[in-house]
């Protein structure tokens, strides 16, 4: 098993410039969790999904910022226009779910700087 | 979610010295997780607690539930330079929604 897979590793781009960010989970979680870490604010979930739907984005920033999840296999983040203060790490996991939580498995992250 | 809190935010440690970290809730939660962070890599899940009073040993590494589950520690014995990193807990509250501790970094020094 691959675990969760993201892509790039390190992505700097200027701002005001469109970002993807790529996740593939691990085949057979039925959830899917974006989070972004900072020094200053610790981990923060963005959003998450169900079986592909979205179940709640209310830690997504403001507009800019855009997540999807076409199949069970491929999810991402995008940010358009990229700022500044977007600059942070951000994780893709993913979990199983019977009831009870079997802990997630986290992708190694993508590293955005926005100069 | 419910808000959890760790305690202390930053630890030096001797190799060989133990160290604990804590983690707090002023209501009752259902479950604790913990997660280890090494520098510049990502979260890695240790364990899952739910039951009152539960302990969990994993080598030098002892996880306990409060009876009350309201607050949760790690203890590790004698550390090692591996240990080094920073220690999550987390709540699953609804949905399989993890909300995370704001964390402890451990330094070790050998």
């Known amino acids: 098993d691959a675990g969760v897979i993201q892509s790039p590793r390190h992505e700097v781009t200027e701002m005001g410039q469109e970002v993807t960010l790529r996740c593939k989970p691990i085949?057979?979680?039925?959830?899917l969790f974006w989070y972004r870490q900072t020094m200053m604010r610790g981990l923060e979930l963005l959003i998450y999904?169900?079986?592909?739907?979205?179940?709640?984005d209310s830690g997504m920033p403001e507009d800019r910022f855009s997540a999807k999840m076409p199949n069970a296999s491929f999810s991402t983040l995008k940010i358009q226009p990229s700022e500044p203060r977007d600059s942070a790490v951000y994780f893709c996991?993913?979990?199983?779910?019977?009831?009870?939580?079997?802990?997630?498995?986290f992708g190694s992250g993508t590293r955005l700087t926005v100069v | 979610g419910q808000q959890v809190m760790q305690i202390p935010q930053y630890q030096h440690v001797q190799e060989g010295e133990d160290f604990t970290t804590y983690c707090n809730s002023s209501?009752?939660?259902?479950?604790i997780q913990w997660y280890k962070q090494r520098p510049g890599g990502h979260p890695v899940f240790l364990i899952q607690?739910?039951?009152?009073?539960e302990v969990k040993k994993q080598k030098r590494l002892t996880f306990q539930f409060g009876e009350a589950k309201k607050n949760s520690s790690l203890h590790i014995t004698a550390t090692q330079t591996t240990d080094v990193g920073t220690y999550f807990c987390?709540?699953?509250?609804?949905?399989?929604?993890?909300?995370f501790g704001g964390g402890t970094r451990l330094m070790v020094k050998p």
């Open positions: 085949s057979g979680h039925d959830y």
């Open positions: 607690l739910v039951k009152s009073g």
């Open positions: 996991a993913s979990s199983i779910y019977r009831g009870l939580s079997y802990g997630y498995t």
């Open positions: 987390a709540h699953q509250g609804a949905g399989n929604m993890l909300t």
């Open positions: 999904f169900n079986n592909n739907v979205p179940i709640d």
């Open positions: 209501t009752t939660l259902s479950n």
